[in-house]
């Protein structure tokens, strides 16, 4: 097979593969609010009841979770990347769909983290637009208000993993080598989660920095007992 086609054949497997871990991490491997909430407030001490809490914590505290919060998920990419790294090509594709799920488990935690709860579909459709800005990926507002959710998200998948899939090619030729393969996968993996995910909260930062004075403005509103009472 010539060495373009080689190129294209492998880009499609990628691309599948990608698609495959984002499909799963939205429909069956998200991050329980719930549970989550209880994390930040234990190991992290966020003194909130609710995530409308973190819009009375101070900016630079949430970011410190952040922070936290992209290491850990690059910590386990990396141990899995170094893990099915020794497989070589044979297990690429894998660990393309694994390290897909660890990275979208990542920009939900950041999503709750500003606030933003994805209970609604504006919510899910941001989670998924802060998914293409890391992805590096332009997705426009009239695409979105031209689309329902079920519908905009396959979309929005489709076009990260296409992305994804053309980065992937291009600098994850190193895992075809099999003594070299599980040293470049753990770097590869810590580094694709740590560059997506300070992309997405960058952009979580600024949604949350604009809903901030909304909320600030809304509890200038009401007496004092009840805005302490949502903070």
């Known amino acids: 097979m010539p060495n373009g086609g080689k190129r294209s054949w492998l880009r499609r497997r990628v691309e599948g593969a990608v698609r495959g871990g984002l499909t799963r991490a939205y429909q069956t491997v998200r991050v ?4 989550f909430l209880i994390q930040l407030r234990i190991a992290y001490g966020l ?4 995530f409308r809490g973190v819009y009375s914590v101070p900016v ?7 922070t936290s919060v992209i290491r850990a998920g690059m910590k386990l990419a990396a141990a899995e990347g170094a893990g099915l790294g020794l497989g070589g090509i044979l297990t690429i594709m894998p660990d393309l ?11 939900q935690k950041l999503s709750l983290i500003y606030g933003f709860e994805m209970n609604t579909d504006d919510e899910i459709a941001e989670l998924w637009i802060a998914a293409a800005s890391a992805a590096g990926v332009d997705i426009s507002r009239e695409l979105l208000e031209k689309e329902v959710v079920n519908r905009f998200v396959p979309k929005v998948i489709q076009r ?4 994804a899939s053309a980065e992937v090619v291009e600098k994850w030729a190193g895992r075809l080598i099999p003594l070299t393969s599980s040293a470049i996968g753990c770097a590869l993996n810590y580094y694709f989660v740590r560059a997506w995910g300070q992309r997405a909260r960058a952009h ?3 949604k949350h920095l ?3 004075q909304s909320f600030a ?3 200038a509103k009401l007496p004092g007992s009840a805005a302490q009472l949502l903070s």
């Open 32 to 35: 329980d609010p719930d549970r």
């Open 47 to 50: 003194p909130i009841a609710g």
């Open 60 to 66: 630079e505290q949430l970011d410190g979770v952040a």
């Open 97 to 107: 769909g694994i390290l897909s799920a660890i990275t979208m488990r990542t920009i």
């Open 160 to 163: 990260i993993a296409a992305r």
């Open 204 to 206: 979580f930062r600024r």
């Open 210 to 212: 604009e809903a901030r």
């Open 217 to 219: 403005e809304e509890q």
